[in-house]
């Protein structure tokens, strides 16, 4: 399973392009407050060998240090993503992170954007939905519509709530990307019309600038899971491209 270093790539993203990774969590561990089945970095279980978070200051560092690199290489960055093993806004310092790749980006690549992959269940503490309300992409993940899927697919820390993450994101008054996956697996299937009407709902109701819909794409840590294709998944999300939403589908 994935570990990758405090900056990493640039990587061919299927969604973001020549994407720089910013990992803010062990580089020989994971840390998340998700234990997703379909996680290319392996069970939390499998990641507890290293718990040492990066600092602000190894971050400013390191991260001048590439993009002069590949400044010099002419090496393109379309996106310096936060990424990594985990969740990245379980980092203490994720506000003041953000704060220096957003410096350091409008220094050395002023045309590339900062994204941010997050479970979204952070953003009921203020502090850290103004630093994703700093950044470019603030792409905020909802899998399920409720809370029985969730616990199915996402298997999160106790107390996990669809509907305060929804709450929360209201917060955004649609300047987000929702970020999605669609799968099958034992005892669930995110086209279920239970999930699918409920999920399509939320979407209303929150009106995102944008929606990444993707599947499975590589090595994940459960067994018997399915992608789906990207023709099922458009056919699903079909009444939301009709009215407009714009969203993305990779398969």
């Known amino acids: 399973m994935l570990r ?14 020549s994407s720089l990774g910013i990992n803010l969590l062990p580089e020989n561990g994971k840390v998340c407050n998700f234990d997703c089945v379909y996680c290319e970095c392996g069970w939390n279980r499998d990641g507890r060998d290293d718990s040492r978070l990066p ?3 190894e971050l400013r560092s390191e991260l001048e240090r590439v993009l002069i690199e590949c400044r010099k290489s002419g090496t ?7 990424s990594g093993d985990g969740e990245p806004t379980l980092n203490p310092h994720f506000p003041e992170m953000i704060d220096i790749t957003i410096e350091l980006r409008d220094k050395y690549f002023p045309d590339s ?7 979204a269940t952070m953003i009921g503490r203020e502090e850290i939905r103004r630093a994703l309300m700093k950044v470019d992409n603030p792409i905020l993940k909802l899998d399920a519509s409720s809370d ?6 996402n298997q999160p820390y106790p107390g996990y709530s669809v509907r305060a993450v929804v709450e929360a994101l209201k917060e955004f008054k649609g300047d987000f990307i929702l970020q ?10 995110s086209l279920s ?5 409920g999920w399509m709902d939320i979407v209303r109701e929150l009106k995102p600038r944008e929606i990444m819909v993707y599947t499975i794409d590589r090595p994940v840590p459960a067994d018997g899971l399915e992608k789906y294709s990207v023709e099922r998944m458009t056919a699903a999300v079909d009444p939301l491209i009709k009215e407009g939403f714009k969203i993305q589908i990779k398969g």
């Open 4 to 17: 990758e270093k405090l900056v990493f790539g640039p990587v061919r993203s299927r969604r973001l392009g």
């Open 55 to 57: 600092l602000p200051s």
């Open 76 to 82: 393109p960055i379309d996106s310096i993503t936060f």
């Open 113 to 119: 954007v900062v994204s941010v992959l997050s479970n």
């Open 148 to 153: 029985r899927l969730a616990a199915l697919i």
């Open 180 to 189: 999605t996956m669609f799968l099958k697996g034992p005892g669930y299937d």
């Open 193 to 197: 019309e239970e999930n699918l009407s």
